[in-house]
């Protein structure tokens, strides 16, 4: 594996980072639609759940429940997430820019029985508007766990949640804390992760070589990423000056993979460090666009 920061402002819209990453996701499709880490057993018997941040925080925002819902997932993966909104009475739009997750989503949408439910765009976030060119159409924009780390500019990305939600519709985003991404590997003495990267790299991209796979054991053909770091302050302000209020921004002390050696099982797929609270693994954030 080896990864370098390299000076890199690209196009959102086109260009090698955008293939490369579509062509590294369309590869994990596959092997995510088979593994462990992304059964699907709840979701086919009708129970499906979302990891217990999401689900306590959903049931404290919508008290009433999802039904009726009109949501917008972005990046939605397979689908998996986006039918168990369904499953809730959500109608739900799905959008994904890889083929294959979009097929797949359909194909599941379908032998759940929520294909009326569920309907899945293949695109790039930032081609959204033109896909779906209704504005004001969502009640709720839905993003979950490993999302804008693939996305270069989180101004467009808050312009472009902000366009679609409807007057007092509000976005529900769940991920890794960026804090926690400044380590890297485990220090042989102690196993604490290591100061590895700096918190904040304007301007550059994180190109990376490495075929590994966070869910499965899987070794990649397509081992060429681009990711971008979000500064939490960056991704709060974009939001704010794309129109919408804060409702709450929370840190959380665990996150829903082995983000780091040092990390423990801590049930129900999350992970925690071993002891105290020693930095926050993710962050949930609420907003709402103003009802006027
Ligand atoms: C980690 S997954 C999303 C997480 C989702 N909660 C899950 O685990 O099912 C990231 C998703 O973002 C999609 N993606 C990455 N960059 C994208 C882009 N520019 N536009 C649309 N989708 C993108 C990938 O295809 C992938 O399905």
Known sequence: MSTERVDLEPDPREGDWLEANRAQWDERVPVHVASEFYDQTALREGRGRLYRIEEAELASLYPEGLEGLRVLHLQCHFGADSLVLAQRGASVVGLDFSRPAIDQARALAS????????????????????????????????????????????????????????????LYFADNHPAAQVFDGADAATG?????????HPGQAIVAEDGADYATDAVLQQTRSFEWQHPLGEVVEALLDAGLRLEFLREHYEVPWRMHEALVDRGEGMWGWPAERWLPLSVSIAARAPRD
Request: no cysteine; aromatic share 18%.
């Open 192 to 200: 604490l992760p290591v100061f590895s990267y700096p918190y904040s």
């Open 111 to 170: 032998e759940v029985g929520l294909a009326d439910r569920a309907r899945f765009v293949h695109a790039n976030v930032y081609d959204a508007r033109h896909m779906l060119p209704e504005p004001e159409s969502f009640d709720l924009v839905f993003t979950t766990w490993g999302t804008i780390t693939w996305l270069p500019d989180i101004v467009e990305w808050a312009r472009i949640v902000a366009w679609f939600l409807k007057p007092g519709g509000r």
